[in-house]
């Protein structure tokens, strides 16, 4: 190599990114319980409300693009998609809930399917909950809560769409979020950590993968 090449060479920006969701690959979508493969490897689950920013948030953690598809089209046939990580871990996108268009007997039937999934998968390690960090914890979060937390594994809040607010205003939400899961669920709030976290400002990123990483290690 000449020493030109050398010194116009531009060094790679290193540093830390999230690494527990790398290497992702799309595994299956199903559309009821009982076309999930067997329970096997751990698992990781992401939920939340519709357009609460939860693609958004697994697309950053993997540092993809477009592993999980943004605006699935709310009311179509929901599925549970999952992905396969490097190690055989499993990542479980689940339906976004909450969407005011969709028909109420499939909302109901959705939401009863993803409480029986978070209550009884036994390989779930850990639900990751994204919620609008401006809005906070809504009783349809709290229907997966109340069917999860019992179990004694841990839960994520991801509070995202944080850099719509400023670091103080942020650091509160996070704060009342906490405040209020311990009022709701004093017994499990322990179990319970809360991110503050920004998909577009690639905030909290390290936070999340490190308790992504404890909970698949
Ligand atoms: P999902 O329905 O929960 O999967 O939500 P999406 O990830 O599709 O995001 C819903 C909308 O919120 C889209 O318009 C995203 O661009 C936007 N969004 C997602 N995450 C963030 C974020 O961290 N900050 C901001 N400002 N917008 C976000």
Same mark, same amino acid.
């Given at each position: 190599m000449k020493k030109r090449d050398i010194v116009t060479e531009k060094p790679r920006p290193v540093g830390p990114g999230p690494r527990a969701l790398l290497g992702a690959r799309f595994l299956i979508a199903a559309a #009821? %319980?009982?076309?999930?493969?067997? #329970? $096997?490897p751990p698992e990781v689950a992401f939920a939340g409300r519709s357009n609460a920013g939860k693609s958004s948030a697994i697309n950053a953690l993997a540092s993809r693009d477009r592993l999980a598809f943004a =605006?699935? !089209?709310? $009311?179509? !046939?929901?599925q549970i998609v999952m992905f396969v990580l490097p190690s055989g871990s499993i990542v479980a996108d689940l339906p976004g809930y $909450?969407?005011? #268009? +969709?028909p109420q007997a499939v909302k109901r039937a959705w939401q009863e399917v993803l409480a029986a999934y978070v209550a009884t998968r036994? !390989?779930? +390690?850990g639900l990751v909950l994204v919620v609008d960090a401006r809005h906070g914890v809504k009783p349809l979060d709290c229907v997966l809560l109340d069917g999860f937390l019992p179990s004694g594994r841990e839960v994520m809040i %991801? #509070? !995202?769409? =944080?850099?719509? %607010? =400023?670091r103080h205003e942020a650091a509160q939400a996070s704060a009342a979020i906490r405040r209020d899961l311990g009022e709701r669920y004093p017994h499990h709030v322990a179990r319970i950590t809360v991110v503050p976290f920004s998909a577009t400002a690639r905030a909290g990123l390290i936070e999340a993968d490190a308790v992504l990483a404890r909970w698949l290690g």
């Open positions: #009821a %319980l009982e076309q999930l493969p067997p #329970a $096997g =605006s699935r !089209t709310p $009311g179509r !046939t929901q $909450g969407y005011a #268009a +969709v036994p !390989t779930l +390690v %991801l #509070a !995202t769409k =944080s850099d719509k %607010l =400023s």
